[in-house]
């Protein structure tokens, strides 16, 4: 007799559980992206470390600044042309940032 009801509180007490587990896996979600990105960005900040070992040519190459200093990682520049009388114009071949340098 009672069994009915007992069962019918259940399931909404499981309906309600279950509804707040998937919110907080949502948002577990969205905190583990955030963190993720504020790693990233905490990494970055360790620019002066990483500017202390920048090698500005490996061997007949031209290391890229930016894939350095942001994400530790070595990276040639090639020479692009459309170089003036006062600069030559380089990019990296991982990011494809374009840097302008001057010649003279």
């Not at 007490?13 to 990233?40: C, G, H, P, W, Y």
């Not at 990494?43 to 500017?51: E, M, P, Q, V, W």
Request: charged residues 35%; positive net charge.
């Amino acid at each position: 007799m009672f069994e009915k009801t007992f069962r019918e509180y259940a399931e909404e007490i499981a309906n309600r559980v279950q509804s707040r587990a998937s919110r907080l896996e949502r948002e577990i979600f969205d905190l583990e992206k955030t963190a993720a990105k504020k790693k990233a960005e905490l990494n970055s900040a360790n620019a002066h470390k990483r500017l202390a070992n920048y090698q500005v040519q490996i061997g007949r190459d031209y290391q890229c600044p930016r894939c350095w200093i942001e994400r530790e990682i070595t990276a040639s520049l090639r020479a692009i042309g459309g170089s003036t009388e006062t600069e030559e114009f380089f990019r990296c071949n991982k990011c494809d940032e374009r840097l302008p340098v001057p010649t003279k």
